[in-house]
């Protein structure tokens, strides 16, 4: 008989950092990190804004063998890569220089997490079906609202609502969504989806120039997108 197996889970920034599962996820879908890493991550963002030495997370994370200091770097380098580190004033990790490394993000401790979370972007994902499927407009609202009340640094949320709100004929409101998300992940390599939604949003604006500026940002980022296409002939 299945049952939720309750996992503690460390939110920081659209990253949510599952304990028990270990697994590092970013609005729902799992990102690539190796076991090492996973190690440093967790043992750093359970201390956010301790002073951790390079020797203890090497003892730590390889307790059973000796390592060189090269060995650590190459996992933080992986790890910063993962969480976007440094782009667009985005910070997580920081070499404070002497002394060793410090999670320097806003970590949230989400108590009696369960394995089947992410509700948030189960929600909006189920309100962006509603809008498209069901043409119940206010449930599709107040679906993808709760949403991004739940998580309010989710791509994936933000995206999604703002697509509902596209379909549901209030333009502004949709872009306000797509712009939320283009500002959280700016390098974000799917923004292809909500640039093309910001093109829908302007020509249902009678803002056509900037239709096609935003369209056209969106096929320079995914030319096989096609959804973009059909926008840029309607």
Request: net charge positive.
């Amino acid at each position: 008989m299945h049952r939720n197996v309750v996992h503690r889970k460390l939110r920081f920034g659209p990253f949510e950092l599952s304990i028990g599962e270990r697994v590092l996820r970013r609005d729902g879908r799992a990102l690539p990190l190796g076991d090492r890493a996973l190690d440093i991550l967790t043992y750093l963002a359970d201390r956010p804004g301790e002073v951790i030495a390079k020797q203890e997370l090497m003892d730590h994370v390889w307790s059973d063998v000796t390592v060189e200091e090269g060995s650590l770097r190459v996992h933080v380098a992986a790890i910063r890569k993962a969480l976007g580190d440094g782009q667009i004033g985005n910070r997580y990790i920081a070499n404070i220089k002497g002394r060793g490394y410090s999670f320097v993000g806003t970590v949230v401790a989400l108590a009696g997490s369960t394995e089947s979370g992410n509700d948030h972007v189960a929600l909006s994902i189920l309100g962006c079906l509603t809008a498209v499927f069901s043409g119940d407009f206010d449930a599709a609202r107040e679906m993808v609202d709760r949403a991004v009340a739940l998580n309010p640094n989710s791509l994936r949320a933000w995206e999604l609502r703002g697509w509902a709100y596209v379909i549901a004929g209030q333009p502004e409101e949709a872009i306000r969504s797509f712009a939320r998300t283009i500002r959280l992940s700016p390098f974000d390599s799917s923004l292809f989806s909500p640039l093309t939604g910001m093109g829908a949003a302007f020509i249902g604006l009678g803002r056509f120039d900037e239709a096609v500026a935003a369209t056209r940002k969106a096929i320079r980022q995914n030319p096989l997108y096609p959804v973009t296409y059909r926008i840029l002939v309607i």
